[in-house]
């Protein structure tokens, strides 16, 4: 376990592209997309982990090396515990955007309809200034 | 006391019961709480009043000051008899007032009793927050009762608008006891009054204190919920909104106000506030048709009187104002039962329809006839004690001030005439040209308890020096002086005497004017209509609530995680930027094959997010996880490679069985384009922050790994094993690894479940099919606000 | 969409099967036989699997055990079973009668999971802490010094449950999306 | 003839297969791995069966491992071969299918024709028509009327396969029909 | 013998280079399959080559995994986009 | 006796284990989870009394000293909430057993709710004892992961879409949460939440202040913390109630929970923190706000659950005892009293069938226990006296006047604007819901799915565990003189900080 | 170094080597099949070259597993090349234009095209 534990340039340009790939694809509408956004910035995260520990070694295993050589173990086995979650998640995400393309007929993420009644609701606020439009457009808005 | 607060609350729990069965009886048991009450405290009042207070304590939560401590004194004895005696009172005349076994009786019985208990409560309340406790239970007692059954859109509005005035003001109240409380270390009332704090916190207090009793006790421009809550039945009307209820707000001035004497933020908006309800209440009354509008104005403007006098925390204006709280009561409860007694007879309250019930109804007239002597300030009412005795402490106190405040009160009082007779003129006078009003004559369970209330102010006025003792006692919190004012019926001809004759004089004038007054004020602009203020301020809540809500909730996933990413970036990311050094011995690489393997990596990060093909991302991904892997081996840790190359294969090989149904291409027009190139910017500040992050806090390491270190020491003789990731796994951190495996057997089962469900769906419709020819399509519904089974078009197109 | 010639009319050679399902095997290589779900046979993976599958399970018994000492461990010992099974699924085999015993894949998951956890209260009957290991070591004659980490017991039950996992994802995300394929080729979707 | 002892007798090389790749990974030969091996080994075939298959494999060592020289050779020529076509030609690369009918007719056999042709790079079998003893060849920088030479080449790979674990039937089969070639044996003697 | 390792090193990284360009280009499925499958077993071959360098061969059984796993994720997608590509 | 420390995570994963394993018989599902969560019940009552009589009760696992193994600690605050948390489960379970015995019969067993609902269970409790920072990222996932089945399970078409956010929110912020770990880890060797304390300290000062606020954000997301809260009004109110009932009642406190110990145990603030007083404030409004435009109840509450989140921040950014203290009731609180609303809500959906405020009405005369049963939590909720909502908010507020800075007197303010704007929105409910003309029922849009709608009944079970949380919020007014003095107590440990420590790395090395 | 090193080291760099051509191979190749040619028999020697140069370096013991991997390698080459190239049949990725034969396709199209 070596002194200097700076990540070095080769593996910060790495964990910033994955991260920004991910992120990216975080932010789309196809939930696939979204989902491969998951599990790339996961695979950022576990190669982060990993690079916790310091730089590269000996694997830690007791008669191949020296303990000095070792890398350290705790990154990496929190960074397997991190691998299978991740697994685990993203399985059942793709279950999720098989079951929304079996109702739905996509895969997207489309906005939440309630949100946009309000949006709608808003918006027609806005235009009529009148006090009293209010509660009736409430009303009417929730009646219809 | 705790005990006596406590049987009303049981009894009123017990009350549905009874009340499911007959509505009388429940309203006869109703009574019999405060009847105790009432009884035990007169039995003890002599005791009280000549200055030995009863005390109790329940300690609720110390720590926060919270405990419920009464205290029975001679305000509390005073106010017993209005909370209590009139309360009596109203839940006799409810046994013949409302319909036998209607839901209105039903409901109003228990509500009615918990108010009594509650106001019991907060009348001998000697901590703030024990005031405030029961202070907030009337405010929702009210709200029930006023509202009923809200049917009628009016009714709901009417018990809404109660309850956010009186909230909002109570809320405000409490902040002033938190404040006045930790500023004198003590929340019970008797000791801050002992030994009051200084300085702004008191102003503070002062002013948030007197919110919630302004509010409460209806003062302008907070005085409109009371009018408005006139749709209540009109016992509930008669008790909290004439005698008990809206008293809060004076009873609490009255309470605190010898911790605040001397305070100008506590006097100075009593006495302004008080002023102009008072003229305000009066003039409005003047107008009303409705009789219980009228004596709601009527309560308006008198609440603005009490004001006035406990706000002014003298001994001779606490005196008067005494006198006036417990006159008020007693001729607004008897007013309020005999309209109540009108309407319920002859179905009207309109003062344009009623006519010569006086003759038909004597014995009615009487009693109002009474009841308005005292309100209009006549001796030798009650209320002719306390107006005298309210001029009088002005004047006592001299200067321009207490004469002007005079003045006012004068002007108010003439109004209070006025509509004194136009309340006995407009029930009980035969108005030419209007039909007699019919109705039977009203029985002796609706007539006794509006008569009690009105023989008292008689028996109160005449026996004044009995009057005197009782309000006395409790003027006496400031000090009585040398020779202080005593209620009494004849001071001689002094300005008060000629302030009451004019006043009544005047006042018979302006109701002999009535019809070119109406006139005049249909002309008068209206500068303050708190009715509409409260609408707009409602209005505009809700504009700003659907403003903020409609602008801020978008609704849309790929905002949300935007803004979620932002704040990484804005926040923390800043921070990291700020501060970044970045250290001088970065390497480029630690071993060689970094660099290959990480050009393999990001060149497939790139594709992946240029791909347009679902299988291709997938791939590419795939290539990304084994490149990692990669990593990982040249890193010195084949376990996690090889869970790495494992996982990252069934991740593969379960992306393909989904990807065999769907379609090869992502959703063309998948982001809007002009969002491509900032989302673009966040994603990599986003990537750019973490791999800084990354560095830095790489850097600021100091010591070497300990627990590794532990480890690897005892990995072999502790777990027995020389793979320590190994024995992390299963031995130092096994627990993880449970954890773990936990959300492996969800995810599966969660797999499973939303796999599986389209076969259940299939089965069902199967079944369904068979039994009906109902279309095999279910379309999607939403279940949610405006979810009425409508179809999610856009769901569906 | 679908080309005549998959469902080409008899030509003596061979009536009535498509080009596609010329590659059926004549025997039974696995023992589920064929698939059910409509893929076709492909003789050569059905042999490769025939070869490697058990092969494939004695590797990953083999991380199992070796885990303690070496790479591996119960996680990846369970995938790399649950990769056998996949393979099998793969050829064609059918998930749920691919051993003698017959499991569900959820009650395999249980299992793994009440081992797992309930192992960690073993050591307290022993007087020790709560997941406390133990390593006995036993000398049996001809084979030597056999050690024994009672930690093993937690990666059996993860292996187990890992392994239930894979087949539940096989036949869920397998052969459960493959039916609703099928049902939408009827018109059933 | 499905005694138990013969079904046993006919799991024996799995179990001993099996066996073998338990001791090449532990990299150790001692008893205690032998036995360990043997146990896991039998537990992998017991828990997850084979079902039985008709045909039979005899090998015959030596024409082994002439087969794996012939084989490994063939490979690296072919390699030449091909990586010349890919420089030499790229894109403008020509090539053909061509139906190749065997002469044996089992799974395993097919299939190892199948894998031996597919091995070497430039050609692989495409789709296998089992029913019909036929694999379609696939075969890279084949020039027109090259289809003989590849048919021959398969031919002469599958009388290796024959020789090195083909069943006397199979063996004498192909011996037949090489003798009735005639020249046919010679080419690749 | 370490510029020797460098050299497999470098050619192995070229050859994962092209065949990284292979998948992204396409042009079908199948094409990238075959790449994945390239990758891997160059990544399982980079692997070997590492334990040549450090002489260290414990580790034998992972590489005897990776060399299955290629196998199988490229089989399954090959085997699974078998129905999704159309017929000709 | 340690082993009590572990019970409330090992008894439902082993519960969830057979429940999963034998998910053909459910008499046997509903059997064990009714013992196991009666039994951590019992379990937490007797490590509050334990932790507040003689300290934390430490589990070193496996025997391995901490900061090397992993720690379960019980303190006063995990054993306070454990017991919270554990009421509220086994009530929510009862409601979810009535309603599925009456929907479904008694021998329709689900292989998915029982085991997902105790797993659930187990990550809740563990997240309250995981004294590990990376322990408490895998008790996030349990809890969170099963959380994800919960909200999918039989989902609609609608339904699909609110699971979506909410899960993607999720993952993005667990993801988050293993970025933060990696960084602790790089910076300081250890994950140890007491061994933390120490060595962040050492860091440089700006990665402590990042750090710090990487923290506020990972568990804010989950706290739904504005400006990270707005997957919740979308995704929560859309499950079935005893769901929503345990999300909003557990979950977002376990963020809050999160937050409350990192930045005491690890951090160290000035007092009066004027950043989170800030986000507290904008919180509660932009809450309150949401709540006033909503129609659909779940929605309301859902906002208000957001709302009065604030509050709890609110106690924090004081940070100081009363203030912690104030936060610990809040929790406490708004706990059982948030739960107990959506599950009043699955109530009022079975007996309207829809959830618009608009279409409802005379529900008061229809059905006077459930106009009770929302009644006292409703109040509750809005902070009016004598109700436990009261007690918390007083605490609150004697925190923010005695704080003595400007920030925390606005936040005071906005904390009575929001008690007003609560009660309001409850008002509503009550007087578009409870008064009025009485409705027939509307029929089920979807009869498919778990969300059985407009029945017009609701089961004695039903009734009977919504009741039982009723009476536990106005057990909790009643007993809010011992409670305080617990909360306070706690809140002394974790401004101290020692006792948390000393008792995890005392015996250590 | 010695002999072993050095046929160790011939063995690695012809390895690599091979795979490099299989990829330009797969680079430029026109079609699938071409491509899944040139790609993976290379490999499939490249590996083995590799794997035989690594052995050498290696302790015996080690060779025999690493006979295994080649092993795997062997048997399951071809399996996949098979399928991709019967998948790329079906879904017409082949060039046909480049081949100079198709017996396959005329026995389709015989079959087909019989009434
Ligand atoms: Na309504
Ligand atoms: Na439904």
């Given at each position: 376990m070596t002194a200097n534990l700076t990540v070095n340039l080769t593996m910060a340009v790495v964990l910033a592209a994955l991260y920004s790939a991910g992120f990216y694809l975080l932010m789309q509408r196809s939930l696939m997309r979204i989902l491969i956004g998951t599990v790339i910035v996961g695979h950022g995260a576990n190669l982060l982990l990993q690079l916790a520990g310091g730089p590269p070694g000996r694997a830690p295993i007791l008669g191949d090396a020296a303990p000095e050589q070792m890398t350290d173990p705790l990154p990496q086995a929190m960074a397997l515990t991190a691998i299978v979650i991740t697994f685990a998640l993203t399985t059942f995400l793709l279950a999720l955007a098989y079951r929304s393309w079996v109702l739905l007929g996509h895969d997207e993420v489309r906005d939440d309809v309630e949100d946009r009644r309000i949006r709608r609701l808003e918006r027609r606020l806005a235009e009529s200034e009148d006090d009293k439009a209010n509660e009736d457009e409430l009303e009417r808005e929730a009646t219809q | 006391m705790s005990a006596f607060v406590l049987v009303h609350l049981l009894v009123a729990l017990a009350l549905p019961i009874v009340a499911r069965r007959n509505t009388g009886m429940a309203f006869a048991i109703a009574a019999l709480p405060p009847a105790a009450a009432l009884t035990w405290v007169l039995a003890r009042s002599g005791a009280v009043l000549s200055g030995d207070a009863i005390v109790e304590e329940v300690p609720w939560s110390p720590l926060l000051g919270l405990e419920f401590t009464f205290r029975l004194d001679a305000l509390a004895v005073l106010m017993t008899l209005l909370v209590s005696g009139i309360g009596v009172l109203v839940l006799v005349y409810s046994i013949g007032y409302f319909h036998a076994g209607s839901g209105d009786a039903r409901r109003s019985a228990p509500l009615l009793l918990t108010f009594a208990g509650t106001m019991f409560g907060l009348i001998l309340a000697d901590d703030l927050l024990t005031v405030y406790v029961f202070w907030e239970l009337t405010t929702v007692c009210s709200f029930l009762l006023v509202g009923q059954a809200g049917i009628s859109r009016e009714s709901r509005r009417s018990a809404l608008q109660a309850l956010m005035i009186t909230t909002m003001g109570g809320l405000v109240m409490l902040l002033g006891f938190v404040v006045l409380g930790e500023a004198a270390g003590t929340y019970r009332i008797s000791e801050i009054v002992a030994e009051p704090p200084g300085g702004t916190p008191l102003a503070v207090a002062a002013s948030l204190i007197l919110v919630g009793a302004l509010t409460k006790s209806a003062q302008v421009p907070f005085h409109n919920w009371l009018p408005t809550a006139m749709v209540a039945p009109t016992p509930i009307s008669a008790y909290l909104h004439a005698a008990s209820m809206v008293k809060a707000g004076v009873f609490l001035v009255a309470r605190l106000g010898p911790v605040f004497v001397g305070v100008p933020e506590w006097w100075l908006p009593t006495v302004v506030f008080g002023l102009i309800t008072m003229v305000f209440g009066g003039w409005r009354a003047l107008h009303e048709t409705d009789l219980k509008k009228l004596l709601a104005y009527g309560t308006v403007s008198q609440l603005g009187f009490l004001m006035v006098l406990v706000g002014q925390g003298t001994y001779a204006a606490a005196l008067a104002g005494a006198a006036m709280l417990l006159a008020h009561g007693m001729f607004k409860a008897t007013l309020f039962l005999v309209v109540g007694i009108v309407d319920h007879q002859t179905g009207t309250r309109d003062v344009r329809e009623l006519s010569g019930l006086g003759r038909r109804m004597p014995a009615l007239a009487t009693i109002a006839a009474l009841a308005v002597a005292s309100m209009a300030g006549l001796p030798p009412m009650l209320g002719f004690l306390g107006k005298e005795a309210a001029f009088g402490a002005f004047l006592e106190e001299g200067g321009g001030t207490g004469l002007l405040i005079d003045f006012v009160l004068l002007l108010g009082s003439v109004f209070t005439v006025a509509y004194s007779a136009r309340m006995l003129w407009g029930a009980f006078a035969r108005k030419p040209g209007v039909a007699p009003t019919g109705g039977k004559q009203p029985g002796a369970v609706l007539l006794v308890p509006a008569a009690i209330p009105a023989f008292a102010g008689v028996v109160l006025g005449i026996g004044y020096p009995l009057t005197d003792e009782l309000a006395g006692s409790y003027a006496a919190v400031y000090g009585a002086g040398v020779d202080p004012l005593h209620l009494e019926l004849w001071h001689g001809f002094e300005l008060p005497l000629l302030f009451s004759v004019v006043a009544v004089a005047a006042g018979l004038w302006v109701h002999a004017m009535r019809v070119p007054l109406t006139a005049l004020r249909r002309r008068l602009p209206k500068p303050l209509d708190a009715q509409r203020g409260y609408e707009r301020i409602m209005a505009l809540l809700e504009r700003t609530a659907v403003g903020v809500t409609g602008r801020t909730q978008v609704g849309s996933l790929p905002t949300y995680l935007a803004i979620i990413l932002l704040t990484v970036v804005a926040v923390p990311g800043s921070v990291l930027v700020y501060h970044a050094h970045v250290p001088a011995d970065m390497a480029l690489h630690h071993n060689l094959l970094q660099i290959p393997l990480a050009i393999l990596v990001i060149i497939a990060a790139i594709a992946v997010v240029r791909a347009k093909r679902r299988l291709t991302a997938v791939l590419l991904v795939g290539v990304i996880g084994y490149g990692i892997g990669g990593l990982f081996i040249v890193d010195g840790g084949p376990d996690v490679a090889l869970a790495q190359f494992l996982v990252e294969t069934l991740t593969m090989v379960a992306f393909v069985f989904v990807l065999r149904r769907l379609p090869a291409r992502f959703t063309k027009g998948d982001a809007a384009r002009s969002l491509r190139w900032p989302k673009l910017a966040l994603s990599v500040a986003g990537g750019v922050v973490i791999a800084l992050g990354a560095v830095l806090f790489s850097a600021a390491r100091q010591q070497p790994p300990a627990v590794s270190a532990d480890f690897i020491a005892q990995s072999e003789e502790g777990a027995g094993a020389t793979n320590i990731v190994n024995a992390i796994l299963v031995d130092f951190r096994a627990f993880d690894t449970v954890g773990e495996i936990s959300v492996l057997a969800v995810a599966a089962t969660g797999v499973a479940s939303l796999v599986l469900a389209s076969r259940f769906d299939r089965r069902r419709r199967s079944s369904r099919g068979a039994q009906a020819t109902a279309p095999a399509e279910r379309p999607g519904v939403v279940l949610s606000g405006n979810g009425n089974g409508r179809r999610q078009e856009e769901e569906q197109s | 969409m679908t080309d005549p010639r998959i469902t080409a009319p008899r030509n003596g050679e061979r009536p009535g099967v498509p080009w596609t399902g010329w590659d059926a095997p004549r025997e039974r290589w696995l023992l589920s036989g064929f698939p059910r779900d409509g893929r076709e046979r492909a003789v050569l993976l059905e042999l490769a699997a025939r070869i490697v599958f058990p092969t494939v399970l004695v590797l990953s018994i083999y991380l199992l055990f070796a885990g303690h000492d070496r790479a591996g461990g119960g996680f990846s010992g369970g995938l790399v079973a649950g990769q056998a099974f996949a393979l099998r699924y793969l050829a064609g085999g059918r998930m749920d009668d691919s051993a003698i015993i017959s499991l569900r894949p959820p009650v395999l998951i249980g299992l793994g999971l009440t081992i797992a956890t309930l192992t960690g209260f073993l050591p307290l009957v022993f007087g020790q802490e709560l997941l406390e290991s133990a390593i006995f070591k036993i000398s049996v004659p001809l084979l030597g010094q056999i050690k024994f980490v009672s930690s093993i017991l937690l990666d059996i039950g993860v292996y187990l449950l890992i392994i239930g996992v894979v087949l539940d994802l096989l036949r869920t995300l397998g052969s459960g999306v493959e039916a609703d394929a099928a049902a939408a080729e009827r018109g059933q979707a | 003839m499905t005694t138990p002892a013969r079904r046993a007798l006919r799991r024996l090389p799995l179990v001993l297969w099996l066996t073998a790749v338990w001791i090449l990974l532990w990299g150790t030969l001692d008893l205690g791995t032998l036995v360990f091996g043997l146990l896991v080994a039998l537990l992998v075939t017991l828990v997850f069966p084979l079902p039985p298959v008709t045909t039979h494999m005899v090998v015959r060592p030596l024409s082994l491992l002439r087969l794996v020289c012939y084989l490994a050779v063939d490979l690296v020529v072919s390699t030449v071969r091909v990586s010349w076509q890919a420089v030499r030609y790229g894109p403008r690369t020509r090539a053909g299918i061509v139906r190749v009918t065997l002469l044996t007719d089992s799974d395993h056999l097919t299939a190892m024709v199948a894998n031996a042709v597919s091995l070497a790079p430039g050609k692989f079998v495409m789709q296998i028509d089992r029913a019909h003893r036929i694999c379609y060849v696939y075969a890279l920088g084949m020039r027109a009327g090259g289809e003989e030479l590849v048919r021959r080449e398969v031919l002469a790979l599958e009388r290796r396969i024959v020789r090195a674990v083909g069943s006397a039937a199979e063996l004498e089969l192909v011996g037949r029909i090489e003798d009735s070639a005639g020249t046919a044996g010679k080419e690749d003697a | 013998m370490d510029v020797v390792f460098v050299v497999t090193f470098a050619l192995l990284c070229l050859a994962a280079l092209l065949a990284l360009i292979r998948m992204i280009m396409g042009s079908s499925t199948l094409d990238r399959i075959v790449a994945l499958d390239v990758i891997v077993t160059l990544i399982v071959a980079g692997t070997c080559v590492s334990m040549g360098w450090l002489r260290d061969g414990s580790n034998i059984a992972l590489l005897t995994t990776f060399a299955l796993l290629a196998f199988i994720g490229s089989t399954s997608a090959a085997r699974l986009v078998e129905k999704k590509e159309p017929y000709r | 006796m340690t082993v009590l420390v572990a019970l409330p995570v090992l008894l439902p994963l082993a519960a969830a284990g057979m429940s999963l394993a034998l998910g053909r018989f459910a008499d046997f599902q509903r059997i064990i989870g009714l013992v196991v969560l009666a039994a951590i019940i019992a379990d937490a009552g007797f490590l509050l009394y334990l932790t507040d009589r003689t300290g934390p009760v430490v589990l070193q696992i496996g025997g391995w000293a901490a900061p090397a193994g992993i720690t379960l600690i019980a303190d006063r605050l995990s054993a306070l909430l454990l017991v919270v948390s554990a009421v509220v489960t086994f009530a929510v379970l009862i409601y979810s057993i009535g309603q599925r015995l009456t929907d479904y019969g008694r021998e329709r067993a689900s292989t998915t709710f029982h085991p997902m609902y105790l797993v659930l269970c187990a990550g809740v409790s563990l997240a309250y004892l995981a004294g590990d920072l990376f322990n408490l990222f895998v008790a996030f996932e349990i809890m969170l992961s099963s959380s994800y089945v919960l909200i999918t399970r039989r989902t609609t078409a609608s339904r699909v879409r609110a699971g979506m956010t909410y899960v993607i929110v999720s993952l993005t912020s667990s993801l988050l949460f293993i970025t933060m770990i990696a960084l602790v880890y790089a910076a300081t060797a250890t994950v140890n939440l007491a061994d933390l304390g120490g060595k962040v300290a050492m860091l440089p000062e700006g990665l402590q202040v990042a750090l710090g606020l990487m923290m506020v954000i990972v568990f804010g997301v989950k706290a739904a913390m504005v400006p990270l809260h707005f997957w919740l009004p979308d995704s929560y109110p859309t499950a079935p109630a005893p769901v929503t009932a345990v999300f909003a009642g557990l979950l977002t406190k376990v963020g809050i929970y999160a937050l409350i110990r990192t930045q005491t145990l690890v951090f160290s603030h000035d007092r009066s923190w004027t950043l989170m007083l800030v986000i507290a404030l904008v919180t509660m409004l932009v809450g309150a706000l949401g709540a006033l435009a909503q129609n659909d109840l779940n929605r309301m509450l859902s906002f208000l659950l957001v709302s009065h989140i604030g509050y709890m921040l609110f106690g924090l950014g004081v940070y100081d005892v009363i203030g912690l203290t104030g936060v610990i009731l809040y929790v406490v609180h708004h706990i059982t009293v948030q739960a107990t609303l959506f599950l009043v809500s699955g109530l009022i959906t079975r007996h309207t069938g829809t959830v618009a405020l608009s279409r409802m009405g005379g529900l008061a005369k229809a059905a006077p226990m459930i106009a009770v049963l929302f009644a006292l939590p409703a109040l509750s909720l809005a902070g ?5 909502g009261f007690v918390a908010k007083l605490a609150l507020l004697q925190a923010g006047i005695g704080a003595g800075t400007w920030s925390a007197y606005a936040v005071t303010a906005g904390t009575i604007l929001t008690s007003l704007l609560t009660l309001y929105a409850m008002a509503r409910v009550w007087t578009r819901a409870f008064w009025g003309q009485v409705r027939a029922p509307e029929a089920d ?12 009944n609701s089961t004695r079970p039903m009734v009977a565990a919504t009741g039982v949380l009723v009476t536990a919020s106005v057990v909790i007014a009643l007993v809010a003189g011992p409670l305080a003095g617990v909360s306070e107590r706690a809140a002394d440990d974790l401004m101290q900080g020692t006792t948390y420590r000393e008792a995890v790395l005392g015996g250590a090395r | 170094m010695s002999v072993l090193d050095v046929i160790s080291a011939c063995c690695l760099v012809l390895g690599a080597l091979s795979c490099l051509l299989g990829a330009v191979g797969l680079l430029t190749f026109p079609d699938v099949t071409a491509r899944l040619q040139a790609a993976t028999k290379p490999q499939t020697l490249g590996l083995i070259l590799v794997l035989i140069g690594t052995a050498l370096q290696l302790d015996f013991h080690y060779s025999l597993a690493l006979a295994l991997v080649a092993l795997f390698q062997m048997l399951t080459a071809p399996v996949l090349a098979q399928l991709v190239g019967r998948a790329a049949y079906r879904a017409d990725s082949i060039r046909r234009e480049n081949l100079v034969v198709d017996e396959m396709g005329e026995r389709i199209e015989r079959e087909h095209d019989r009434p």
């Open positions: - | - | - | - | - | 009016v006296p004598p109700f436990s849009p979807d009869p498919d799915d778990e969300l059985v709608v407009g029945t017009g | -």
